[in-house]
T-cell receptor, first 112, second 112 residues
């Protein structure tokens, strides 16, 4: 089955720790995205990548880092510099930068 | 900077009724997407509107796009309980950074 897989579904992190969220797609899409969702705020773009080995900051990149070493994979690291990391994180991909985006099932991160 | 506004943000309606919800955006774009999100779940693509005057229908939902007015509507016909969800519109920014900007979402509750 083609799709986007995010793991884990739930993640707990202690303050001061870095944590990495996984996103894998087997749709052969060039573009991949990370969004953060907080209640009542819609989705906000963290980082996006239009092609392998290249990525750009979105609107709220501070405290996050990404890599795009393979076309299929776009992991997101939430660093200790992110002051309020508790949120629902959604990964998406699209065939190219200007086409419809498809979303993974999301990772709910909670800082304890 | 592209801004996307949805109206209303919360809607409670009875089964069998009709209603229209609105999505306004602030800068030129001719690509708009509607998504549905169930509680705790990811986003499901509903409609892709790629030109002025585009109209798409799926079941009890019909979406349209007026790029001159920078407005999209999502019309609900004879609502049923299964339509209860949060609906997001997303507009593609143009002229530099191709990315989706999301509205805050409209939470729809359809009561029996």
């Amino acid at each position: 089955d083609g799709g986007i897989t995010q793991s884990p579904k739930y993640l707990f992190r202690k303050e001061g720790q870095n944590v990495t969220l996984s996103c894998e797609q087997n749709l052969n899409h060039d573009a991949m995205y990370w969004y953060r969702q907080d209640p009542g705020q819609g989705l906000r773009l963290i980082y996006y990548s239009q092609i392998v080995n290249d990525f750009q900051k979105g609107d709220i990149a501070e405290g996050y880092s990404v890599s795009r070493e393979k076309k299929e994979s776009f992991p997101l690291t939430v660093t200790s510099a992110q002051k309020n990391p508790t949120a629902f994180y959604l990964c998406a991909s699209s065939r190219t930068a200007n086409t419809e985006a498809f979303f993974g099932q999301g990772t709910r991160l909670t800082v304890v | 900077e592209l801004k996307v506004e949805q109206n209303p943000l919360f809607l409670s309606m009875q089964e069998g009724k009709n209603y229209t919800i609105y999505c306004n955006y602030s800068t030129t774009s001719d690509r708009l997407y509607w998504y549905r999100q169930d509680p705790g779940k990811s986003l499901e693509s509903l409609f892709v509107l790629l030109s002025n005057g585009a109209v798409k229908q799926e079941g009890r939902l019909m979406a349209s796009l007026d790029t001159k007015a920078r407005l999209s509507t999502l019309h609900i016909t004879a609502a049923v309980h299964d339509l209860s969800a949060t609906y997001f519109c997303a507009v593609e920014s143009q002229g530099g950074s191709e990315k989706l900007v999301f509205g805050k979402g409209m939470k729809l509750t359809v009561n029996p």
